[in-house]
């Protein structure tokens, strides 16, 4: 992709144009950001300061296949909930008591541990009764594995409408993805889905500090 013809300036920019897609007349005391990763925190914050809608961090981790370390195989969520790409474990041929003995490793070696220091404490995500509507934030839908993960822990325990809001999502994730949810907000829908940083002129990296300006 060109650098001129690439959709977002930046993350603001990026933040800015997934806000403006929103609906305007929402009771904002019923809805909750939920963001599923590193940088979908990055996305969740900024979409929380400009809409008014509180976010809050639902940990899944990622689960990869010894025989190709970048396959995502598996994802957890801090709930155990677990979502499979069987797929992969056919192609890889993945015995099923290997693949439950790496998910227990990430999980409790992993994810446990990032929950404890992330939110003082090893209490489980709980969602107040006014919340009618979970909107799951990420900077990308690539698959779709980690989503689908955060959906099923949810829609298993509490009563809410489920959205998805992230900047970018592959046209076929859209379309696998549509009927399971009220309404995914996005910015982007390529066909042909490259990877992360090839839609931004100015790319943050991973943990990099963010300082919103929504003037730009």
Known sequence: MLRH???????????Y??????????????????????NGDIIAKGLSEKLNIRWERFYIESVYCQLNVDCKIAMISEFKDIVVDEVLRDFFQIDKHILDKAIDVIFNYKLMPKLQK??????????????KNVVFVDESVETGLRVQCAMRSIENRFDVVQYIATPIIPDLIYS??????EKIFHVEKPEIYTNVYDYYLDKVEENEDVVFNFDD
Not at 5 to 15: E, G, L, T, V
């Open 176 to 181: 696998f993805l549509d009927s399971d949810v």
């Open 5 to 15: 013809m690439k959709p977002f300036k930046n993350i603001n920019d990026a933040i």
């Open 17 to 38: 144009k997934l806000s403006e897609v929103f609906p305007k007349d929402i009771n904002r005391d019923e809805w909750l950001l939920l963001s599923i990763s590193d």
């Open 118 to 131: 992330e939110r003082n404490s090893d209490n489980l995500l709980n969602i107040e009764k006014n919340i």
